[in-house]
């Protein structure tokens, strides 16, 4: 008597849709000799990871759409859940691991029959001792796989429509994610792996957003009008914490936004330990300058907490500083507010001064986008502060498009307007997260840049708005070994403001 067939198909794969070859070859692997009578598991790998380029859809949409296939063919099914995890020579065995704590099922050689077309992870199941079926790989011309569909979808070329699975359609008509897959893919301010930057060290920021919850929420507490309150930029939610125990927000309803899939990640982790002690709180991955979130006129209060300086760094500028004004002030019910809290450039920006620092700048520049962060952090705490000037003058053009103009006066002496020299001071002191820092431009808009870009768009500034400067700042890190003085007269230059706070409110 000869081995027993195998019970199982193992297809691996993100399976964002299914396509009508797909369920032909598996049928076909079915009804032959190879697995008659098996079942499919369709491992759903990346399923921690959505609201990105490379995974648009969450887990659970991709889950719908196979057991939607599934029933409308009559394939015998099971899906299992493979958690996002970096390109490794383990992968099947982390396949393998996750189908046997999801399912219960331990898939042997024996057992198991592998379908899939990828020749890198068809490798790592083979020298596992596994059979592996080819899907498309085994006809000549090859179909289209799943990621070829997808992408014309993207391109809105009708073609994926005769290609995917009418059952995978059907999903994909109802819950709208066409649209919703192209909104992922277009989105020009996020990488593929759904941030702005992929220099950040989302511990370190995270920890200094949670750190600063306190002060930041007495100080745009008084002015948030109960109701719909929305916190975009909202990281892993340390405002809306705050917001959650404040008695007049117990019936509202309170939306963390963030464009950062670690962030919101975090957020919803926070709020299943029961952090925020209110029933009430969501978060979400959205970018409010791609499309609207929430319908018009429905959002009694928006706070932005240092998210300005980062949509006009990482986008276009004024312009999308503009765009998230009017889309704001859409959104916003009348007598609503938008409440504004961040970095500030300096008024007189142009003005021409001398920057003295310690030192000289003595080497040149050089690429540290080749090193690891932490020995980022220690090339950089080796300078000289104008060594660190010399090095930023590199680097911040290169990766924010802004400008650092200095020309050397006198050893650890630089002239340059007062614009460049504050968002070298501002940046210079964070060492763990320089190169993602130098993505991003503090100094774009002046006070009354704010106020003719408000009015321009509607809305009406409340008492109690407008610039400050955060003398604990100046102390601390501004001062610190430097000072500024007037290019022209050698005059001192006192600290500008530092941050602007407003409240900007729809009053139609």
């Known amino acids: 008597m000869g081995p027993m067939p195998p019970t199982y198909v193992l ?72 958690a996002d995890v970096a390109p490794s020579d383990r992968f099947a065995t982390t396949v393998l ?18 379908a899939c077309s990828t020749p890198e992870v068809t490798a790592l199941y083979e020298a596992a001792g596994f059979v592996v079926l080819p899907v498309e790989d085994d006809r000549d011309p090859q179909p289209a796989r799943p990621w070829d569909v997808l992408e014309m979808l993207v391109a809105q070329d009708e073609r994926w429509r005769e290609l995917v699975h009418p059952a995978a359609a059907e999903v994909y008509d109802r819950y709208g994610l066409a649209s919703y897959v192209r909104d992922v893919h277009e989105d020009p301010t996020v990488s593929s792996e759904g941030d702005l930057t ?6 370190t920021y995270t920890a200094a957003f949670d750190d600063a ?14 109701g719909r309150v929305v916190d975009l930029g909202c990281a892993a939610g340390g405002l809306l914490e705050r917001a959650a125990r404040d008695p007049r927000l117990a019936d509202s309803d309170l939306y963390g936004v963030d464009v950062s899939r670690h962030l919101v990640a975090e957020a919803e982790h926070r709020r299943a330990q029961g952090v925020f002690g209110h029933p009430n709180v969501f978060f979400a991955q959205r970018n409010l300058l791609h499309a609207p979130v929430f319908s018009p006129g429905s959002v009694t209060t928006t706070t932005t907490i240092a998210l300005t300086h980062e949509i006009s760094s990482y986008g276009d500028g004024v312009a999308d500083l503009r765009l998230l004004a009017r889309r704001i002030f859409e959104h916003t019910a009348p007598g609503g507010v938008w409440i504004n809290s961040d970095v500030l450039g300096p008024q ?16 040149e520049a050089v690429d540290l986008e080749r090193l690891l962060s932490e020995e980022v952090a220690a090339f950089l705490e080796g300078l000289a502060p104008a060594q660190r000037l010399e090095q930023f003058a590199r680097d911040f053009p290169a990766l924010s498009g802004g400008r650092c103009d200095l020309r050397w006066v006198a050893d650890g002496v630089a002239e340059l307007p007062l614009r460049h020299a504050m968002e070298f001071l501002y940046t210079r002191d964070y060492l763990d997260n320089y190169l993602s820092e130098c993505h991003e431009r503090f100094c774009d808009m002046s006070y009354d840049a704010w106020v003719e870009l408000l009015e321009e768009v509607g809305f009406t500034l409340d ?19 430097t000072r500024l003085t007037d290019a022209a007269t050698g005059e001192p230059v006192p600290w500008p403001d530092t941050h602007v ?8």
């Open 11 to 82: 297809f691996p794969g993100r399976h964002h849709l299914v396509t009508r070859f797909q369920v032909e070859r598996l049928a076909e692997i079915l009804a032959t000799g190879a697995a008659p009578a098996a079942s499919v598991i369709w491992a759903v790998t990346s399923a921690t990871h959505h609201g990105t380029r490379r995974n648009p859809l969450p887990a659970h949409r991709r889950e719908a759409i196979i057991e939607r296939v599934a029933a409308a063919t009559g394939l015998p099914s099971l899906v299992a859940p493979v």
């Open 501 to 508: 706070l407003f409240a900007a409110r729809r009053v139609h």
């Open 97 to 114: 691991a996750s189908v046997g704590l999801t399912l219960g099922l331990e898939l042997t050689p024996e057992s198991t029959v592998v």
């Open 348 to 363: 007189d920006g142009d003005r021409l001064v001398h920057l003295h620092l310690g030192g000289a700048a003595t080497e």
């Open 213 to 226: 919850s306190d002060r930041k929420w007495e100080q745009v507490g008084p002015f948030v009008r109960p």
């Open 198 to 203: 992929e220099t950040r060290d989302y511990r």
């Open 463 to 481: 008492p109690g708005s407008g610039p400050w400067r955060n003398e604990w700042l100046v102390e601390n890190r501004l001062e610190v070994r």
